[in-house]
């Protein structure tokens, strides 16, 4: 059974950094053709891709927001981080981690998703 | 940056056939994958590669794609498919691409 589960702040003031946590189980990240990714969604809007780390270590961001993430992995706990810098409200939004799949390179696996708001 | 467009709003009834676009430059040469989301859940994929649909997925649920347009097409629509749909794109170089998401009423 493939799970991935969410974990950080709830709440982050503007200008600071966001740190989430995406634990997950199930499967390797040391398996070829696989991928753990970030995605948001802010309330009432569309998903957005931030980042996603493939099995080999190689490292693909969204480019619109590239200057301000960092994806890592630990593969021997079996996470995933990913680091956000200067949050803003506009950053308010539900984060996802979800497994990405060489076969389309689909998402085929979520997590519950973590609702982050950014607020003085 | 790459963009993939749908309606925002899709209706149909019951037992009528829902179909869903989805358009961007060269879409043709990626890979489209579609999500459903019901409200206050995660996304799940239901058609992905242009065209799979995972095992779990009824038969209802089909995708195409020709030269800019990926449409889902759902047959014999049910009120339980009343959710938001968005397809997604992947390349090697663009990597992945949502679409702005399309809303499916069952009415």
């Known amino acids: 059974q493939i799970t991935l589960k969410e974990s950080g702040p709830i709440l982050v003031k503007p200008t600071q950094t966001l740190m989430l946590t995406c634990t997950f189980s199930g499967f390797s990240l040391n398996t070829g053709g696989v991928g753990v990714g970030w995605i948001r969604q802010p309330p009432g809007k569309a998903l957005e891709w931030l980042a996603l780390v493939y099995w080999d270590d190689d490292k693909r961001y969204s480019p619109s927001l590239r200057s301000r993430l960092t994806i890592t992995k630990d593969t021997s706990k079996n996470q995933v981080v990913l680091t956000m810098t200067n949050m803003d409200p506009v950053d308010t939004a539900t984060y996802y981690c979800?497994?990405?799949?060489?076969?389309?390179?689909?998402?085929?696996?979520w997590g519950q998703g973590t609702l982050v708001t950014v607020s003085s | 940056s790459y963009e993939l467009t749908q309606p925002p709003s899709v209706s149909v009834s019951p037992g009528q056939t829902a179909s869903i676009t989805c358009s961007g430059d060269?879409?043709?040469?990626?890979?489209v994958s579609w999500y459903q989301q019901k409200p206050g859940q995660s996304p799940v994929v239901v058609v992905y590669q242009d065209n799979r649909r995972p095992s779990e997925i009824p038969e209802r649920f089909s995708g195409s794609t020709f030269g800019n347009t990926a449409t889902l097409t759902i047959s014999g629509t049910q009120a339980v498919d009343e959710a938001d749909y968005y397809c997604q794109a992947w390349d090697s170089s663009t990597a992945w691409v949502f679409g702005g998401g399309t809303e499916l009423t069952v009415l």
């Open positions: 060269e879409l043709g040469n990626k890979y």
């Open positions: 979800a497994r990405a799949y060489d076969s389309g390179w689909r998402f085929d696996y």
